[in-house]
């Protein structure tokens, strides 16, 4: 779902896969900076709602660890 909300989104931008690139890069420019210097962080989810602005990404972590404050 979030693969084809961001082509149909691409599309609508008219520039190809540059709008591709420039989407995804703003929905990660908050968790981008957040997973290098992280290591209990084992992946992120982007999913359609995020991809409509609706929600933020969802940040994974290894078990066993919490989120930092």
Same mark, same amino acid.
């Given at each position: 779902?979030?693969?084809?909300?961001?082509?149909? %989104?691409?599309?609508?931008?008219?520039?190809?896969?540059?709008?591709?690139?420039?989407?995804?890069?703003?929905?990660?420019?908050?968790?981008?900076?957040?997973?290098?210097?992280?290591?209990?962080?084992?992946?992120?989810?982007?999913?359609?709602?995020?991809? %409509?602005?609706?929600?933020?990404?969802?940040?994974?972590?290894?078990?066993? %660890?919490?989120?930092?404050?």
């Amino acid at each position: 779902d979030a693969l084809r909300e961001l082509a149909v %989104q691409a599309i609508h931008k008219g520039t190809g896969a540059r709008a591709l690139r420039s989407l995804l890069e703003k929905l990660m420019l908050d968790v981008m900076y957040e997973i290098p210097s992280n290591e209990d962080i084992a992946g992120v989810t982007i999913t359609r709602a995020v991809v %409509q602005g609706e929600t933020k990404p969802l940040i994974r972590r290894k078990p066993g %660890q919490a989120a930092a404050a």
